[in-house]
């Protein structure tokens, strides 16, 4: 068929305008030249509404998440990358391999096309490591000042291996609280990055898709792992706190096994921040069997993503359902909920 | 980290457990006042208390810049927002003190108007620079420490001719509050202080002299590293325990008697006197906060809008005000816990992280739930 548009779209200085999001021509050939482009596969490629494939036995996980970063691009990834690694990571807490995404783009008309292909090209590259193409979209275009660049959200489906059983509220007294690497990393990178903070460091977003560590964690111990949650915004504190009140008990954790890299440690000093609370978006919190406690941590620090895992702690039972926490003064707090908004738009 | 993790060793901070224990009188009881927020942080996130012997007993102080703050001064400038459309620019902390009729920062925020958390002075400037056909006003707040930094904001401004950036200033004074506390009508029962430590680096500690002199209180200016607050609690119970009344200096790391005398001048000569200003708990206290002086005036929010002071009460049952002055603990609060939480807090003393009630809420009710259950 020959190419019906009259020339190509113009990357390199064209903006993003409503025709974008018109349903017409001008959208096709932005799907055409920018999505199926880059996303690159069979389903896309079909160019229906909605993406047709097999399932394989087992059971199917599904779950979605909105990306509204700023700033898009930061040191480490950006929106694009988020947006998949996010839903990626949602899904695999399960104990699930992910499969297939779909993923919704809203537009700011105005925003340079040349932006939006570093994103998309971010997106499947970030896609394509992680195994999970992107078979479906959609495409909106909201005028000038209604968004901010893009808002991206992404649907992610799975299948949990048989004799896989992960879920929140399974932590039961006993087990160990195990977390992949250092923590606070995310939130660090995007406040250097955010203009009206002027601090710099060297400490870049651990955005990952942590799909291939879960794998290699339930195929060792496939019925010993409880619960796996990523903790995103909020940090630890905030996931430790979930699993606390989903499974009605209480944890305790030692400051001096958290791993927190030194330049976190200080960029939260300055900032008066709590690591515990700042985001993540590389890491995962994992609950299980004490006995298998060793092996999980030697199997996570094999991955190149969980080679600076640690034991943090233990399940306790507890009517309060609070979080506390051995300081590495000697004392002993609560690592409560956070209150508010620590910083507003971190994914 | 350097110079950060030395002040919280834990085999250090058992040493000077065991040396306090050993130091202290049995058959008496010492009531120290640790003055500011951050000392109070940090006697609950890192359990100081647990170190302690029965017998010492911190009475938490006024030191709380968002706690002090009166409620009719949010409402000022929520009204200054609604009323004059400017930009108000405000450290994160104040967002979320409760204004009169159930409103705050934050709610005036979502109901449109534009109110902007800033980070540092530099921030609400910048804001300013950028929009310059709107007024950008400056809600400062703050002991000695924050007060030079809002100095240089105005002398920036003035140096670029940024007519727009304006200073709703609340700055207030340390001194006279240690005063106003020591001279209250029904005086609460302190035995010495934990002096301030930011504050000091500014003014030093020779204002507290006439304190340790005149009420013959031992006063020890603290740092806010645990090991600072401890090591400083050995010192007042040496004092204490001699018959001493001096102010001495554990913060000797960054605090010198004369203070920083650059930031003293420049306080000097942006600010003058209010002759008269009210704290929240401590109701008017003379000669205790700053105003811009005449000039400036150009600068001043207070000149260029029409602002009239708005009394305003506390919520019913809230206890921040006897809190503020030490005549009561957060635990004695009816409300707290029970409709006075984080996230949604009756009084200024639950909103800032240096707030009696949220240290004791975030870190320390665990401690009262064990002791309960034992």
Redesign the interface.
């Known amino acids: 068929m020959p190419n019906p548009y009259t020339s190509s779209l113009n990357i390199k200085s064209g903006k993003v305008d409503l025709s974008h999001g018109g349903g017409g021509r001008a959208m096709a050939q932005l799907i055409d030249e920018l999505f199926i482009k880059h996303f690159d596969n069979d389903l896309l490629r079909q160019r229906n509404d909605q993406a047709l494939f097999t399932v394989p036995a087992g059971r199917l996980v599904i779950s979605t998440d909105g990306h509204v970063i700023s700033p898009l691009f930061f040191p480490g990834g950006d929106i694009g990358s988020l947006a998949v690694n996010g839903t990626v990571n949602d899904v695999s807490m399960s104990g699930a391999k992910p499969l297939y995404l779909a993923a919704g783009f809203i537009l700011e008309e105005g925003l340079p096309l040349a932006d939006l292909e570093k994103i998309v090209i971010s997106m499947a590259a970030t896609a394509k490591r992680a195994g999970t193409p992107i078979v479906t979209g959609d495409t909106k275009v909201v005028e000038r000042g209604k968004g901010d660049g893009v808002f991206i959200t992404t649907t992610g489906v799975g299948i949990v291996p048989e004799g896989v059983n992960i879920s929140g509220n399974l932590a039961k007294p006993g087990c160990a609280i195990l977390v992949s690497g250092s923590i606070g990393d995310h939130g660090v990178a995007i406040m250097a990055s955010r203009e009206?903070?002027?601090f710099q460091t060297t400490i870049v977003s651990d955005s990952a898709a942590l799909n291939w560590l879960v794998a290699d964690m339930v195929a060792a111990a496939p019925a010993e792992i409880y619960c796996l949650r990523d903790p995103t915004r909020g940090g630890l504190a905030t996931a430790l706190n979930e699993l606390a009140q989903q499974s009605g008990v209480g944890m305790v954790i030692d400051e001096t096994q958290i791993p927190i890299k030194?330049e976190v440690?200080?960029a939260c000093?300055i900032?008066?921040l709590d690591p515990l609370y700042v985001a993540n978006e590389g890491k995962l919190v994992c609950i299980c069997n004490a006995k298998a406690a060793e092996c999980l941590l030697a199997v996570m620090r094999q991955h190149p993503l969980g080679k600076d895992a640690a034991i943090i702690g233990e399940v306790i039972a507890d009517g309060?359902g609070?979080v506390?926490m051995t300081?590495?003064?000697?004392?002993?707090?609560?690592v409560?909920w956070p209150?508010?908004e620590q910083l507003p738009r971190i994914c | 980290?350097k110079y950060?993790s030395e002040f919280?060793?834990?085999d250090l901070?058992?040493k000077l457990s065991n040396a306090i224990a050993q130091a202290v009188d049995p058959d008496r009881h010492y009531r120290l006042m640790e003055f500011c927020g951050g000392h109070t942080h940090a006697i609950?996130?890192?359990?100081?208390q647990?170190?302690m012997p029965d017998n010492v007993e911190f009475i938490h102080g006024p030191g709380c810049p968002v706690c002090v703050l009166p409620t009719g001064r949010i409402d000022n400038a929520i009204q200054l927002v609604e009323r004059h459309d400017v930009i108000l620019c405000t450290y994160a902390d104040l967002?979320?003190v409760p204004a009169s009729a159930r409103n705050s920062l934050?709610k005036a925020k979502a109901n449109g108007a534009d109110i902007q958390m800033?980070?540092s002075t530099?921030?609400a400037l910048?804001i300013a620079r950028d929009n310059p056909d709107r007024q950008v006003v400056f809600f400062a707040i703050g002991f000695e420490t924050t007060t030079p930094p809002t100095a240089v904001a105005i002398k920036q401004a003035q140096a670029e001719q940024l007519t727009n950036f304006l200073v709703f200033c609340n700055h207030v004074l340390t001194p006279a509050a240690m005063q106003a506390i020591l001279d209250a009508p029904q005086p609460v029962a302190i035995d010495a202080f934990l002096g301030p430590s930011h504050v000091s680096t500014v003014i030093g500690s020779q204002p507290y002299e006439i304190f340790a002199e005149r009420y013959t209180k031992p006063i020890v200016i603290a740092g806010f590293e645990?090991l600072d607050v401890m090591q400083s609690v050995l010192m007042l119970i040496r004092q204490l325990n001699e018959g001493r009344h001096e102010v001495e200096n554990e913060y000797s790391r960054a605090v010198t008697r004369q203070g920083n005398l650059k930031a003293q001048a420049l306080m000097q000569g942006v600010f003058e006197l209010r002759p008269q200003f009210e704290w929240r708990g401590l109701g008017l206290i003379p000669n205790s906060a700053l105003k811009l002086k005449a000039s400036y005036a150009d600068f001043d929010a207070e000149q260029r809008f029409d602002m009239p002071a708005i009394q305003a009460g506390d919520v019913k049952g809230c206890e921040c005000p006897a809190i503020l002055r030490g005549a009561k603990k957060p635990q004695d609060c009816k409300l707290l816990g029970t409709v006075c939480t984080?996230?949604n807090p009756m009084g200024s003393c639950m909103v800032s992280?240096e707030g009696a009630c949220a240290a004791y809420?975030?870190?320390?009710?665990?401690r009262a739930?064990t002791q309960i259950a034992t």
Do not use: C
């Open positions: 009206n903070l002027q030194s440690k200080a000093e900032l008066g309060h609070f506390q300081t590495a003064f000697g004392g002993r707090r609560i409560d209150v508010g | 980290m950060i919280r060793q834990q901070a058992q609950f996130r890192y359990g100081v647990d170190l967002m979320r934050l800033i980070y530099q921030g910048k645990p984080p996230e992280s809420w975030s870190y320390g009710r665990l739930l």
